[in-house]
Each structure stands twice: as structure tokens, then as C-alpha cells.
């Protein structure tokens, strides 16, 4: 049979459970007296209830006042709630198991650490699939991770390829922020690469140096415009931001290969598919001889001062982010949704078009096929890693840029494929997501109850 859910009655002596309260005194006939007067007698013998009996079914049986429950499979009635334990199965603990438990408020703390368990997560898994592919551990790490910090070029190399990750992911932190998911930045890069390709071909030998500053803007007006279409398919079409700033990326390669394979290509090429090689007063300025780290690099940290000056200390940057935590709040606010879902988009197209001008303009110094890097995917881990913050940006960009370096330095040195390092990229996403889950839960090491353990086995079996 069943246990209640309190522990049994102790028996009595003529075998009957005693009851927690004083026994009732006797009647003279030997019956026990109710606290309450007797109810009278029915023509048949038995007690009339206070309320009137249920009438009886065609079967015989009383029908409930509620509709009877389904069967199971094997003809008994499932429980609106857990079977009790069975009887006879005592009530001491069970297996120990680790349980999530909800928080009472998000923890600060695990935010900021979040980030740092996840990287030493991806590490130890690495460790692992470096062994798995019959490498040195040790030494594996040791190429990814040290050997690109160990010289003034390697830093430099550093530099170069976390700077079009920094402008990218700051851009993408003000959009997500506003609850505006830009996942088409990829895309906004390339056709800043292509608008500022366009103008830095029209340069000559002769061209002033100011021209550099053209190349820019057109690279940034170039991703504005690319973005403008999602902003502008939300706001007229209420399409979905997602999917069309994805396939527009697309459409950007095709874009880009029509050009290059079409009427930008190089007649000098040797039939190559690529423009020609663009002149010299076009081409970023570097920061130091022999070292290809260029000014797009304290472009890029002067636009992690703006960005945290618009987000925290400017009152559109304050609208933004209400529109993006609470709507219905910046509504009543008389904040304007649509005039945040067009700056975050355009803004965050600038930022990406610029480092594709710089990309261009600068390592590349010309347009390829090859122009589509993957920084545009790879700064959405990057804006993520970072917290979404300005300043944890840097961080992370230097982070995934020592992925990107470290993975052709592993791959020259002890021949592992190049996919290793967008391996490297979803294991620290992923680890990344699961650890974020700590900081609305905790982790509680919990021994249940044997009785419940036994209830969701009982459970289990009859779903």
C-alpha cells in the first residue's frame, strides 16, 4: 500500500492506529462520542451525510464531481501528481545528486568569471583533442597560446588581426544590447572592403595621402548601406533581422565575386580572380617598419572609448539600452523603437565596414575572393566573451585573434589542420553558454529522499 507523506500512526493495542489527539470518551453503549452532535439516522439504518450523495452511475458506483481520470497504458489511473513511495521502502536517503538551483539575483560575480572558466574549459578540451590526435599536449598549447606573445612581430600579427574583430564586436554590443541581433556583420565587412576598394582603384601613383580617409569612409558608408536594408526590411516589412542580415552576407560574397571575377578583375592577373594591387598613397599607414600593425589599430581603441562613452554616459546610448531590457518600459518612456533599431543597425554596419576598409586597404592591398575572413561571425563570440562591454571587448578580441594566429603557427609547425581553429571558436561558445548558466543558478550537491527516488522510478514506468 501507500505511505502518506507524514510517518505512520503507532499501532494501539486491538491493532488500530493512535490517534494524535485524545481518544473520545465512551458512550454507554461502548461507542466513541463525536465532537460534533450525531447525524440522524436514514430509513435505512445508516447516517445521513450533510451534503446530499452523489448520484449513482449506470454501473452502480458513485459519479465523482470530477471526469475520471485517464487509464495508462496498463489500465490504472495515473496521479495528477507523483505516486507516493512504496511502503516497506523506508525513508532514508538516496544517491547523491547535483541539482541547479534558481538564484535570488543574478550573480555579478560569476558574470565576470564566467568567461574565464569557460576559457580554461576550452583549454582542458583541447588538451584532450590534442592528445586524441596522437600530438603533445604540452606542446600544442605551447604553439597556440605562447609562442605567437613571444616576439615583437608575433605581437604585432596580434595586433593586426584583433583589430577588425574589436571594431566589429563593438558595433555588435551596441546592437544586442538593444535587442537588435545583427548576425550579418560578415557581410557589412565585405561590402566595406568593396566600397573601399572602389575608391581606393580610382587612386594613382600621384594621389594625395588624404585619399586614406576617403577609403575609410566610403568602407564605412558602405556597410551603413548594407545594413540599412535589415533596418529597413524591420521597420516597414517586420522581417526578421536574423535571417535577412544572414543571407545578405551571401549575397555579399556573390556580390564580391562578381567583381573580382568580372569587371574588377586585374588584366595584368594572369587571370586571377583579384583587382589590382592598389597604389601606395591608398594604403593604410603602418605604425612601425617591417611590422604590418597599421593605424587601424588606435582607430580601433579611440572607438572603444566612444563606445563606452555612448553607452553609459550619453542618453541615446541610456535609450538604447532600455529599449533593449525593457520595451514596454521605453515605450511608456515615449522612447522611439524604431529610431534605436536604425541607429544600432547603421551604427553597428559602420563599424564593420570600417574594418573591412582596413582589412582591404591595409594586409590585403587589394580585393580576392578571400576578403570573407569569418570576423564577422567570429566577433558575435567575441561581443559575448567581452560581456557586451567595451572595455571586455579588447580582451576577448586579443583572445580570439591568439586563435586565429595560434592555428596557423600549429598547423605550419606540427602539421594539424587549419579547421582547428574554428574548432577552438565553438568550444569556447559553448563552454561559454554553459557557464553563463551559473550566474542565475548554483550548483547544490543534494542526497534525495529515498522514498522520492523510488516515486520517479515509479513514475518513470508508468508514463
Known sequence: MRLHHRPPLPLAPDGTRVHHRLPLPL???????????????????????????????????RVHHRLPLPLAPEGTRPHDRLPLPLAGEGWGEGPAML???????????????????ALALTVVIGTVLF???????????????V????????LSE?????????????????????????IGAEGQFIMGAIAAGGVAMMAGKDTSRAIVLAVLAAGMLGGMAWAAIVALLRDKANANEILVSLMLVYVAEMVLSYLVYGP???????????????AEPTKIPR???????????PIALAGVVAAWLYLFRHYAGYQLQVGGLAPAAARYAGFSSRKALWMALLGSGAWAGLAGALEAAGP?????????????FAAIIVAFVGRLHPVGVVFASILMSLFYIGGELAQSRMGLPKSLTGVFQGLLLFTLLACDTLIAYRVRWRSAPRGQAAARVVAKETA
Open 264 to 278: 574588377w578583375k586585374d588584366p595584368g592577373g594572369y587571370n586571377f580572380p583579384q583587382t589590382a594591387s592598389f
Open 287 to 297: 605604425l612601425f617598419e617591417g611590422w604590418r600593425v597599421n593605424v587601424g589599430t
Open 364 to 376: 590585403l592591398g587589394q580585393l580576392t575572393p578571400h576578403v570573407p575572413a569569418g570576423y564577422g
Open 147 to 154: 609562442e605567437p606573445l613571444k616576439t615583437g612581430y608575433g
Open 158 to 182: 596580434l595586433a593586426l588581426k584583433a583589430t577588425p574583430l574589436l571594431l566589429i564586436a563593438l558595433g555588435l554590443s551596441v546592437c544586442f544590447r538593444s535587442n537588435v541581433w545583427n
Open 99 to 117: 541539482r541547479l538551483e534558481p538564484r535570488p539575483q543574478a550573480s555579478a560575480a560569476m558574470s565576470v568569471l564566467s568567461p574565464v572558466l
Open 27 to 61: 458512550a454507554p453503549e461502548g461507542m466513541r462520542l463525536h465532537d460534533r452532535l450525531p447525524l440522524p439516522l436514514a430509513p435505512d439504518g445508516t447516517r445521513v451525510h450533510h451534503r446530499p450523495p452523489l448520484p449513482l452511475a449506470p454501473d452502480g458506483t
Open 131 to 145: 592528445w586524441a590526435l596522437g600530438k603533445d599536449p604540452l606542446r600544442a598549447l605551447q604553439v597556440f597560446f
